[in-house]
């Protein structure tokens, strides 16, 4: 028996089948009507498994007391209420959260979509001194929640920050930016686009190492 849970979503506009590792206990798997997704699974057993051991542990929203956010630790009170929202108290360093539910699905959307207005001004402030500091010129500057990626830009200067780096260490957090920052200057990962960023970031290696291995453990939805 598998260590982990299978979602199933057949479809009869794919042919054969695609695997995605939704979290560290969890694989999804689209197949074709005719595709025999246990069998895949089986063969793929190994990998799956491999690759759940890459993936963070699930954090209990509802078990969170506190955050940190760029190395500032606000303690976290969530409690039951009529009505949903996320208050910031700067001065106080606390965060209260007030819901209609408290299952973790409900929690976990009502976070996300409360803190997104907080993070973009963080994010867009730093790209914009970074920016100006490098004499970079950026397009526009969003904020997503990727689960896998901490930022992306476009071949037009438009960069993609997933929200929760804000729960970085600064030097990690000012590394993501600097990273999308330098390809706005190199489009890909070539010698040049790494020499480059090392110009701007002298412990680019020693970060880079760490959002490889401690980043995505960071986030909380």
């Avoid at 007030?98 to 976070?111: A, C, F, G, P, V």
């Avoid at 100006?132 to 990727?146: C, E």
Wanted: aromatic share 8%.
């Amino acid at each position: 028996m598998e260590k982990f849970k299978v979602v199933v979503l057949k479809s009869e506009n794919i042919l054969g089948w695609r695997l995605k590792i939704v979290d560290n206990k969890t694989v999804e798997i689209r197949a074709g009507l005719f595709t025999d997704w246990r069998k895949v699974i089986k063969e793929k057993k190994d990998w799956i498994e491999k690759r759940l051991k890459k993936m963070p542990e699930i954090k209990k929203i509802n078990e969170l007391d506190k955050l940190v956010i760029l190395g500032e630790e606000y303690k976290v009170n969530i409690t039951m209420g009529k009505n949903d929202s996320l208050n910031i108290f700067e001065d106080k360093k606390e965060i209260y959260v007030r819901s209609k539910r408290l299952t973790e699905k409900y929690l976990k959307k009502l976070i996300d979509k409360k803190m997104r207005p907080m993070a973009l001004k963080i994010i867009r402030e730093e790209v914009n001194r970074l920016a100006a500091t490098h004499k970079i010129r950026v397009g526009s500057i969003k904020i997503k929640n990727q689960k896998t990626r901490f930022g992306s830009c476009s071949s037009r200067g438009n960069l993609n920050f997933n929200w929760q780096i804000i729960l970085f260490p600064n030097d990690k957090f000012e590394h993501v930016i600097l990273h999308e920052l330098t390809h706005i200057l190199v489009k890909n990962h070539s010698r040049g686009f790494w020499e480059k960023l090392k110009e701007m970031d002298s412990n680019c290696v020693q970060n880079n190492r760490w959002l490889k291995r401690e980043g995505a453990k960071k986030f909380i939805v």
